[in-house]
């Protein structure tokens, strides 16, 4: 079992950035982070793979938001730039141990681990 922990939420203006944090008690094969907003879906918005580095990102984000991982914290980041109000939602990190194929990390039916989530607004 896995523990995913998030922090770093909170409310910024349009045009601000945040840093959100996800402290992970075990390794996993991908982190991903997704958002849900009020009403809506869990959408992905980026990956990283451990093994390598590799990261993916939704277009929405992309240009704005950079996922990162730190090996020896066991700690993946995503720092959010140039936020936007249609930019608030939770935000949870997810964690999946083993490897996958088609594009498995933006389905959050592919992960393992889920944190809690962390509240993200952005005031216009």
């Known amino acids: 079992q896995v523990q995913l922990v998030e922090s770093g939420g909170g409310l910024v203006q349009a045009g601000g950035s945040l840093r959100l944090s996800c402290a992970a008690s075990g390794r996993t094969f991908t982190a991903g982070w997704f958002r849900q907003a009020p009403g809506k879906e869990r959408e992905f918005v980026a990956a990283i793979r451990w093994s390598g580095g590799r990261t993916y990102y939704a277009d929405p984000v992309k240009g704005r938001f950079t996922c990162s991982g730190d090996n020896a914290k066991n700690t993946v980041y995503l720092q959010m730039n140039n936020l936007q109000p249609e930019d608030t939602a939770v935000y949870y990190c997810?964690?999946?141990?083993?490897?996958?194929?088609?594009?498995?990390?933006?389905?959050?039916?592919?992960?393992?681990?889920w944190g809690q989530g962390t509240q993200v607004t952005v005031s216009s």
């Open positions: 997810a964690g999946r141990v083993g490897s996958g194929i088609f594009n498995y990390w933006v389905n959050p039916n592919e992960y393992d681990y």
